[in-house]
């Protein structure tokens, strides 16, 4: 019998917050005009999308994640704790009663959510765009940056151009932390002969574009707010050539991405 802690494990609720609170960003951008029930409806099937790209990645994801002692814990289809029948089913489950709630919204968010819902399954299942180079970190840069954002923003029936250069900045974003995450699997994916982004280039390169699209995020983010403020990323330390940790420099660049999103998104509540 399946166990309910199989179940929420294998949506990996802590490790979609991020994605998560952008939508929730969003939305709390655009909350004048739209109806509490609306924002409810449009927040659930959000988090519903977050947790079915989880799942579906985690059914096709049991080569490489069972090669692999701390991917194992988080995957309890790797793990045999929940069959691929099962998993594959919980994830049509939340891809279908998401889809049902954004048609009751509005017909842009619902396509909108669609291309989401596509780009994310095509991601993980075949054709595998995660194992792919270079479109692997443009699909994850998509559906879960900028049309996350974007399906948030349009919950009103329209996208402002400042929600845009937002969105265009998250999308940055989501490709520096897809490069991120391939890294931390660097060894796994390896041994298991993909060919991500970072496999294909190098670690030295993937490292330099973490730092690249960072910056063009916060500056394309603060640009929407003032112009003048883009010189902000250039007054900071990345720590290449000095000595710093990559993590700490990660962990500099998510809070100033995170400032600047609340800076900027805070304009327009």
Not at 27 to 51: D, H, R
Not at 131 to 152: A, Q, R, T
């Amino acid at each position: 019998m399946t166990s309910i802690s199989a179940i929420i494990r294998n949506i990996r609720p802590i490790e979609g917050r991020a994605y998560i609170a952008i939508i929730g960003f969003s939305l709390l951008m655009n909350i004048k005009g739209v109806k509490l029930l609306e924002l409810v409806m449009a927040f659930l099937a959000g988090v519903l999308f977050v947790w079915y790209a989880f799942s579906i990645n985690n059914c096709f994801d049991v080569d490489t994640d069972s090669r692999n002692p701390m991917k194992v814990r988080k995957n309890p289809i790797a793990s045999g704790e929940l069959s691929l029948k099962e998993g594959l089913l919980l994830s049509v489950l939340l891809a279908l009663t998401g889809a049902g709630l954004t048609l009751k919204i509005n017909f842009e968010m619902f396509i909108v959510y669609l291309a989401m819902i596509l780009l994310a399954t095509m991601y993980s299942a075949p054709p595998r765009l995660k194992g792919k180079p270079i479109v692997d970190v443009l699909s994850h840069g998509l559906f879960f940056g900028g049309l996350s954002f974007i399906y948030g923003s349009i919950v009103d029936g329209n996208l402002s151009n400042v929600e845009m250069l937002m969105a265009i900045g998250i999308t940055f974003y989501s490709f520096a932390l897809e490069l991120r995450n391939h890294l931390e699997d660097y060894e796994s994916d390896l041994m298991a002969g993909l060919r991500t982004t970072p496999i294909v280039i190098g670690r030295a390169r993937s490292e330099l574009l973490v730092e690249i699209f960072s910056l063009l995020a916060i500056t394309v983010v603060l640009y929407a707010f003032k112009p003048h403020l883009i010189v902000a990323p250039s007054l900071m330390v990345v720590g290449r050539g000095l000595g710093i940790r990559p993590q700490t420099v990660y962990r500099m660049f998510d809070i100033a991405m995170i400032a600047a999103l609340l800076i900027t998104g805070g304009t327009n509540l």
